[in-house]
């Protein structure tokens, strides 16, 4: 096992691209189960800090270690098999989510979890229940874990099948391989109806695979993976719409929304169209900084909207039905661009991604952290909320861009402070972002995780006696309160325990 003891060597460690920024003694490269087994045995003993680490694509600080020793998996990157009868992989937690999807790609198999950032672990996915554009049709990365083995803080193993194990109401039971039973209650507390990453997942009865994913590697450290894999859908249409005024291009969601959702309901071979499994979108802000980049979008575009659909049948029929949605809503057609061809629709990605990067990329070169939204709130409140959000950040003359999943009402505010100062406005505005999408039945974490960045607003959305319980379901798996510390909630939740 390979160690490094000198931060010189492990920097690119010690932050992650929110740009959060920590420290440890060392870091250790574990090449087995078994080697990682002895290490977290020796580390639990001593009660020594451990933060397991990711490929450093997240924003919310989560794998940044506040003291103690790093783990990091990346040796763990094998797919260990795919079995296209059953439709599924069997893959380590360190593989690459894009090499799983080209290897699944290449079988005529299907993973559509589709986080922005497709060089991530596939571990680290299912740590924070990652989503991202087809989360609209397929739903986040929980929908796709058929099964985990996972190694505890104490080097005790479970394997976990889903439909295997079930909570009888409040009272849960796992064992290990060892044999040893763990008893435990689920704590009650009511989960927002839309995306939401935010904490624990605890219901009655629930499938118990499900509280280990979105745990934020705070309940034990995932070593093998079983994923669901669908069918490679035959056409994919995809399509980037300018729109000359914002309302238009809202209305045009709206409808494909409420269009899509009806056609789920019917029976598709009569109604095969319109049926999106992307509705993204971008405002004139983001469209300004993407402009550099793209000199091709459309002047005096006030607004833009990437769609795709998958689909079986007759590809005029579906890309007419499309073009007559977004004339209906004023989008000059001409300027749609349309992608049927798969390097094409690659583009319309990498146009859809750059977005991201280059927000990171602007904050990072201001030495700042970065302060984006990723609220969610109910399809009904949605765009009174989007209008309330936009007034905020444009009375307060903060320079910002709007982009993100309008399918699910998920929009990313993402404030660009030029300083510190401005970076201290930011964060005041961003809190009373996250604490109105509480007041209307919302989530502060549609698909990133709490992290470290975000443990403060979970308690404007939890109050302080649910964090506690939340705390008392850690110590059931991490007695020693050595995991992840600091990830959804602060230590200091641990210490009335």
Request: aromatic content about 10%; overall charge negative; some cysteine.
């Amino acid at each position: 096992m390979i160690v490094k003891t000198d931060p010189a060597e492990f920097q690119d460690f010690l932050s992650d691209a929110s740009n959060y920024k920590g420290y440890a003694e060392s870091i250790y490269f574990p090449e087995s189960e078994i080697e990682l087994v002895e290490l977290l045995k020796k580390l639990n003993s001593r009660k020594i800090k451990t933060t397991i680490t990711g490929n450093g694509t997240g924003l919310t600080g989560a794998r940044v270690p506040e003291g103690g020793v790093v783990i990091s998996l990346e040796k763990f990157n094998r797919v260990l098999g795919v079995n296209g009868k059953e439709m599924y992989a069997r893959v380590q937690p360190a593989v690459i989510l894009k090499e799983l999807q080209d290897y699944a790609e290449s079988v005529k198999l299907f993973y559509p979890p589709d986080p922005t950032e497709r060089n991530c672990y596939v571990g680290a996915t299912v740590a924070t229940n990652a989503s991202g554009a087809r989360t609209f049709k397929y739903g986040a990365t929980r929908n796709f874990v058929l099964g985990l083995r996972i190694v505890l803080p104490d080097g005790e193993i479970i394997t976990i099948e889903r439909g295997n194990n079930f909570a009888e109401g409040s009272t849960a039971r796992l064992n290990t391989e060892n044999g040893r039973e763990i008893l435990f209650s689920l704590p009650a507390y009511k989960m927002p109806a839309t995306k939401n990453t935010a904490g624990y997942f605890c219901a009655e009865n629930m499938d118990l695979i499900d509280l280990f994913i979105g745990s934020e590697g705070t309940l034990g450290i995932i070593t093998e993976l079983k994923l669901k894999l669908i069918e490679l859908p035959k056409n994919v249409l995809s399509c980037v719409a300018f729109f000359l005024n914002e309302e238009d291009s809202l209305n045009f969601i709206d409808e494909a929304r409420s269009t899509t959702a009806e056609n789920k309901l019917r029976d598709r071979s009569s109604h095969p169209v319109l049926n999106a499994r992307a509705l993204e979108f971008f405002d004139h802000n983001a469209i300004e900084f993407l402009r550099p980049d793209y000199p091709n979008i459309p002047e005096n575009t006030q607004s833009a909207v990437w769609f795709e659909e998958d689909f079986n049948f007759n590809e005029d029929v579906v890309i007419s039905s499309w073009i007559e949605l977004l004339r209906k809503h004023n989008c000059d057609e001409e300027s749609v661009w349309l992608a049927l061809d798969k390097n094409e629709q690659d583009k319309f990605h990498e146009f859809r991604h750059a977005i991201s990067w280059k927000v990171n990329e602007y904050i990072s070169l201001r030495n700042l952290k970065k302060v984006g939204t990723d609220i969610a709130v109910p399809e009904k409140k949605f765009r009174l909320f989007y209008t309330w959000m936009k007034h905020q950040v444009t009375k307060a003359n903060m320079k910002y861009v709007i982009y993100g999943h309008f399918g699910d009402c998920h929009p990313h505010l993402n404030m660009l402070p030029q300083d510190e100062d401005e970076y201290k406005r930011a964060k005041a505005i961003y809190s009373e972002i996250c604490k109105e999408a509480v007041r209307l039945d919302g989530t502060i974490s549609a698909e990133h995780g709490i992290g470290k960045l975000k443990r403060d607003y979970l308690f404007s959305m939890y109050g302080e006696s649910v964090i506690k319980k939340m705390a008392e379901l850690k110590l059931v798996f991490d007695p020693n309160r050595i995991l992840n510390l600091g990830n959804i909630f602060a230590a200091e939740y641990l210490d009335g325990n």
